[in-house]
C-alpha cells in the first residue's frame, strides 16, 4: 500500500458520500483534507503531519480511508506499526548532536558575533533518515561519513571559531569523538546501549 494508489483513485473516491461516511458534514473540508493527503510524498509523512481538520486526525482519515478503499485491516495495522517504529527510531535523535570543536579560545571577538555564529559548531543528526536503525557499528560508520564531509565541506576550517580539531557526537547516552579524518578515537557509553 502506498500513497500512489489513493492518487491514481481519486475520481472514485473523493465523492460526497465518502465525505458522509468518513463524518464530514461539508464536502469541501473532505475534499480538502484529500487532496492534502495524495500531496504528501509517502503515507508516513502524512502520518507524521499530525494533521487534524476537526473530525479527523491524519491517522483516523488514513484509516477510514484505506478501509473504504478495500485494504484489510491487516494491510492497515502494518503500515501504522511500520510508521510506530519509524517514529519510536527517529525519536532516539531528537537530542544528538555532533559538536565541532576547534579548541577556540576568545580574545578579541565580540559576544554578538559568537552568539551569531555559534549554530555552525553544533550539527543536528534528528531527521537524518541514514542513521535509523542502524546497530552501534553501522551507526559509527554513518557518522564517520558525515564527519569527513563536513570537515572536507568546509576546508577544515570554521569561519571564526578556528581549525577542526576534532567532532564530538553526543547520541542518547554515548560519547564518540571522531578526527577530522573520520576516525572514531575515544567511544564512551554510560548505560548499557546497543
Known sequence: MNINYFKNHADQLLTPELSKQLGYN??????????LFIRSSTINSWLGTGYYDLVNTSESFFVK???????????????LIA????????????????????????TNQSLLSLIALSSRRYLQLYGNEKLLFKNKAALISELSILVKAHYLNNEGKLYMWGDIQRYKVYHQDCIFIFDPEGNLVKSDCYKNSE
Open 26 to 35: 461539508v464536502f469541501k473540508n473532505f475534499s480538502s483534507t484529500y487532496n
Open 65 to 79: 480511508l484505506s478501509q473504504h478503499a478495500g485494504f484489510s485491516q491487516k494491510e492497515i495495522d502494518k503500515v
Open 83 to 106: 510508521f510506530s517504529r519509524l517514529k519510536t527510531e527517529k525519536e532516539k535523535f531528537i537530542e544528538s548532536y555532533i559538536f565541532v570543536d576547534t579548541g577556540f579560545k576568545r
